[in-house]
């Protein structure tokens, strides 16, 4: 191309300094980029519109030390045109990017409120804890709204574990679980709350409509014909249940307390009436 070395006096080192720094960092920079990023569209952006900005920055800094005759002004289109198409490429690589970013973003946080919903659902019966139920309750105290509470408790369930083993109590449990869902209206909510004990949340029923769900609930359980693996045999269960009207402004604990105390206190006087 009739270049021609520059003489050394004549050398800007500034600019050699400052050019070379820039070829020195975007080889810097492919490099991390191939160790960080995995393959795809994006990562093939980058690299393409790093190198020719290396290609540019080359060209720059080679002619730092060749001077040109002044007909090959088309050299500096080829100096010049690689690093506008490496920035063309990276912008949109970048704009990527930050698509790619913002789906993965949403995807954790859909994860995180996965896992925190999912932290609070009982691993045996696959209903929400007595701790999810303290918190709607408290949710409901704040609002005013009335509702019923119910707490159903399977009769004999210790002497069942007992003479069987727990992995059949664990089946009982989900499939007791299963019916009293099935036969929940869709606004209420049944949560275990202790053992064998379940409670349920009636929002805006007054104590006679709650009191038919849970006769059906009751029901629906003591014809479940449960065969437990030792035996093959089918297994019947009754259940007993307390109910409770809950009065505005009562807060979450107080709630649960009253009709766990009425279940204490019927299934007490079920036992003196059987002794």
């Excluded at 198409?85 to 859909?110: D, I, P, S, V």
């Excluded at 804890?129 to 408790?153: C, E, F, G, K, V």
Aim: proline content about 3%.
């Amino acid at each position: 191309m009739n270049g021609q070395l520059k003489a050394i006096e004549t050398l800007d080192w500034l600019d050699v300094v400052g050019e070379g720094g820039i070829i020195l960092m975007t080889s810097v920079w492919i490099f991390f980029i191939f160790a960080s990023r995995p393959p795809g569209r994006v990562t093939t952006l980058l690299i393409v519109g790093l190198c020719c900005f290396l290609i540019s920055g080359l060209l720059d800094l080679l002619d730092e030390f060749v001077s040109y005759p002044n007909d090959k002004f088309w050299l500096y289109w080829v100096e010049s045109l690689p690093a506008f198409f490496g920035m063309f490429l990276m912008t949109w690589a970048l704009y990527q990017w930050h698509q790619e970013q913002f789906k993965l973003n949403q995807q954790l946080c859909r994860r995180e409120a996965f896992y925190r919903e999912h932290s609070q659902i009982d691993f045996v019966t696959q209903l929400y804890r007595a701790d999810y139920m303290r918190t709607l309750l408290t949710l409901n105290q704040s609002q005013n709204i009335p509702y019923s509470l119910a707490m159903l408790d399977i009769d004999n369930f210790a002497a069942f574990n007992r003479r069987y083993n727990t992995n059949d109590g664990d089946r009982l449990l989900r499939e007791v679980a299963e019916i009293t869902v099935m036969n929940l209206r869709q606004n209420d909510l049944a949560c275990r709350y202790a053992g064998d004990r379940f409670i349920l949340f009636f929002p805006q029923t007054h104590l006679c409509d709650a009191k038919l769900v849970v006769q059906q609930i009751t029901q629906a359980i003591s014809h479940l014909a449960f065969k437990p693996q030792k035996t093959g045999k089918a297994v019947y269960h009754d259940v007993s249940y307390a109910l409770a009207e809950i009065k505005q402004n009562t807060d979450a604990e107080n709630a649960i307390a009253q009709v766990n105390q009425k279940l204490e206190q019927q299934k007490m006087i079920r036992q003196a009436q059987a002794c």
